[in-house]
């Protein structure tokens, strides 16, 4: 066989070569393509995860100071200044959470966290301001119950008729039982408005028994100290746990701007 047959076969053999290049060369230059796209991915979700964090944290010290601003002895105005505040918090923008972006930005999982529990603590925060309204609203109107003393409503401690009793001091701790008895005892306050309330009837209890005595023409003589302390006692006790519980939650959102 001559030189000149031989030459086709060499190119024959070297066909397959050339065309397995470029085949690696196409692959190669598509893992290009494919880590460049997933790096923009990455930083895209980088980047909307961190604005959305900035976005949080001035949402936060906005509530805060709407928070601290309102009047502090009133849970009503504290809890509309949070209700008003928090109308609007930032919102994450939607990615496509089976990218390699979402996937690998840790920013974006913790933005994605945040988000999840944004509104947790003052939601909270509005519950105890319910509670603590309710205490307050009880607290005030037992103060002024407590408040009232049986010598403002008689002459002296030695009586000789029973009418200052029948027509002053008995009705009116029968009309501040009544009345306090309106207005709703707090969940964990029973215990205190029970012992409240067992101190003016002690009251109503031994003025009307000393009343009878007098027009009997007996003598009868009553002290009401003891359960009148132990109703004030429990319920100034009862006002420091609630404010203290109050301080707590305002203190937790104002730590949430810092």
Known sequence: MSARAARPRRALLFLPVAVTVLLAVAVGGFVV????????????????????????????????TAVEEADQDD???????????????????????????????????????????????????????????VSFTYIAAAREVLDLRVEDFV??????????????L???????????????VPEDGQDVADTVTGAVQHVIDEATALANSIDANQNYTFTYADQYQAGITALE?????????????????????E
């Open 33 to 64: 393509v494919q880590s460049q796209e997933q790096a923009d991915q990455i930083e895209s979700a980088d980047a909307a995860g961190a604005d959305y964090l900035s976005a949080v944290a001035t949402f936060q010290k906005q509530v805060a």
């Open 170 to 184: 008995i009705p009116r701790f029968v009309q501040a039982r009544d009345e306090l008895a309106q207005v709703p």
């Open 75 to 133: 849970p009503a105005a504290i809890a509309s200044a949070l209700e008003n505040a928090v109308q609007n918090p930032p919102a994450l923008p939607d990615l496509d959470e089976e990218s390699t972006g979402v996937e690998s930005s840790s920013t974006y999982t913790e933005a994605v966290r945040v988000e999840e529990t944004l509104l947790q603590p003052y939601i909270e925060l509005g519950e105890e301001l319910d509670r603590a309204e």
């Open 237 to 257: 006790n009862y006002a420091t746990a609630v404010e203290g519980d109050l301080t707590e939650s305002l203190i937790a959102i104002s730590d949430l701007s």
């Open 155 to 168: 002459e002296g401690t030695l009586l000789s008729s029973s009418g200052s009793l029948r027509t002053g």
